[in-house]
């Protein structure tokens, strides 16, 4: 055996000058040795597809409550819209404000059609507009009653459907919806 000098300055011995064959028992445990990395392998070709789904629905999660504070922060801003209708002109919409309203600061929710965000709007306790897309919600001539509404909670509602699901499977198969209510006082 050769003797080196380490780079702490210590003695150290090397193998490598005069390195032996291994005995039959140490082929055996080198050859364990195989099987074992074999077996961590198979655990990890077990382990994988549980991980990467769990991930996922992590993913699945957060997209979850990026929408509903999307649809939170439109819908108020849709009530700030309201609340300032009183004063407009008597012939504006005010629908069509709270519409606009919303679909400025829905970000990047779909907007329109069936899987858009869907408005209703409560004016006190008897008038209600809605629930109709967002894209064109219009109540034409009846900004008279929302002009003299004065001291009137007016509550906006958007309803977004969650469409929940990875590579065709769909957490909720029969579908849920994210709610977001502002409720703003005329005045």
């Known amino acids: 055996m050769k003797q080196m000098i380490d780079l702490r300055g210590q003695a150290a011995v090397s193998h490598t000058a005069d390195a ?3 005995s039959p028992s140490k082929w055996r445990s ?10 961590a392998i198979v655990e990890f070709a077990i382990v994988l597809p ?10 699945e999660l957060g997209i979850f409550l990026i929408n509903y504070q999307t649809l939170t922060q439109a819908v108020n801003q849709g009530g700030m819209a309201l609340q300032q209708v ?4 008597a012939q504006s919409d005010p629908c069509a404000v709270v519409s606009t309203a919303v679909l400025a600061s829905a970000g990047n929710l779909q907007t329109a059609g069936a899987n858009g965000i869907q408005l ?7 008038t209600a507009y809605g629930p109709a897309s967002a894209t064109g919600f219009s109540c034409t001539g009846q900004s008279t009653y929302v002009q003299n509404g004065q001291g009137v909670a007016a509550t906006v509602t958007g309803t977004y459907p969650c469409l929940l699901g990875t590579y065709g499977f769909k957490f909720f198969p029969s579908g849920c919806k994210l709610t977001a209510k502002a409720q703003e006082l005329m005045q």
Do not use: W
Request: glycine letters at 8%; hydrophobic letters at 50%; proline letters at 3%.
């Open 50 to 59: 549980v991980l990467l789904a769990l991930l996922l629905a992590i993913f």
């Open 20 to 22: 032996k064959s291994l």
């Open 30 to 39: 080198a050859r364990y040795n195989f099987r074992d990395k074999g077996q």
């Open 86 to 89: 009183q004063g407009m002109p």
């Open 120 to 126: 209703t709007i409560q004016i006190g306790a008897n």
